[in-house]
């Protein structure tokens, strides 16, 4: 789009607040939309690079604008324009507050519990919101092996609440997993050589109260319930409670279903368009507006 950064923020208030139709938008902008509501004005945010990326952008230019962002670099409260390639690309660092590293972020920041709102990936996902990314099978002799937690299990188990991004198969949709890298609500304890409440395990810890809060995926958005079970929130547009329920590894709680995944509206995908990713590098193609938004865009 040939305009100027001044004119296309002039467009910003200028596109309508109206959900946006079937077929005028794709899977990973609804996605990242999802992911972007997840995040309050208040927070302060640990993103990974790809969708988390993209989500707290648009979330500081739609609905979190006094929202702060760290990535695990040591860049914090940066003003990035447009999305960065990864967590160390110095765009991130456009009029970031400080310029630190790995033992400012967790160190700092995350192990003193500054950190209100994680965005994590992993490989799989339990019932409980346990996360795996080290390994599939017998931990010595596996039939796959990740590269391991990086910040996952950190930042999973100390910040206040943490939104998962992770493509859904009912092969990640487990009961429990091969292994465990990050707890989620339940977890095992080397005392009693049992699974129990994380709640009790982390019992009299600063972090016992920290956790996952949702999981966003290619089919529905997630929650966990009073007992730190994953249930289903809404499903995406397309998808049915079946095909969403057929892609668990065990018997998902649908009793809690608000309805479809509320598409996301013009305004969002203009800002998710032009602002945060027009090269495209996370979201993998850009979609041409309807009619009535591209004469709001032509007569600008």
Same mark, same amino acid.
């Given at each position: 789009m040939s305009k100027s950064m001044e004119e296309l923020m002039e467009l910003v208030d200028k596109m309508p607040d109206e959900r946006a139709k079937p077929g005028e938008f794709i899977l990973p902008e609804l996605m990242a939309i999802a992911v972007a509501h997840e995040v309050r004005d208040d927070d302060i945010v640990f993103a990974?690079?790809?969708? &988390?990326? =993209?989500?707290?952008? $648009?979330a500081n230019l739609l609905n979190a604008p006094? $929202?702060?962002l760290i990535y695990e670099s040591g860049i914090c409260d940066?003003?990035?324009?447009? =999305? &960065?390639?990864? =967590?160390a690309d110095q765009r991130a660092a456009y009029m970031s507050s400080t310029l630190g590293g790995l033992v400012d972020t967790f160190g700092y920041y995350l192990q003193q519990g500054y950190?209100?709102?994680g965005f994590l990936g992993g490989a799989a996902i339990d019932k409980y919101g346990g996360v795996n990314v080290t390994s599939i099978g017998d931990y010595y002799a596996p039939a796959h092996r990740f590269t391991g937690s990086g910040g996952n299990a950190d930042i999973?188990?100390? $910040?206040?609440r943490t939104t998962y991004i992770i493509l859904q198969?009912?092969?990640r949709f487990l009961e429990r997993n091969d292994y465990t890298t990050t707890p989620g609500w339940w977890c095992w304890d080397f005392k009693t050589r049992e699974w129990k409440p994380k709640k009790e395990v982390w019992k009299n810890? &600063?972090?016992a109260n920290c956790g996952p809060a949702s999981v966003v995926t290619n089919m529905a958005v997630y929650?966990?319930?009073?007992?730190?079970?994953?249930?289903?929130d809404t499903n995406h547009p397309g998808v049915s409670v079946g095909q969403v329920s057929e892609n668990c590894g065990f018997d998902l709680n649908v009793e809690r279903l608000k309805g479809e995944t509320p598409p996301p509206t013009y305004k969002e995908l203009f800002v998710l368009r032009e602002f945060v990713d027009p090269e495209l590098i996370f979201l993998p193609q850009k979609m041409e507006y309807p009619p009535a938004i591209q004469s709001i865009i032509d007569s600008h």
């Open positions: 990974g690079t790809g969708l &988390p990326m =993209v989500g707290i952008m $648009a006094h $929202a702060l940066g003003k990035t324009m447009h =999305v &960065p390639m990864s =967590v950190i209100t709102l999973g188990s100390m $910040a206040g198969e009912k092969r810890t &600063p972090f929650r966990f319930d009073e007992n730190g079970i994953i249930y289903l």
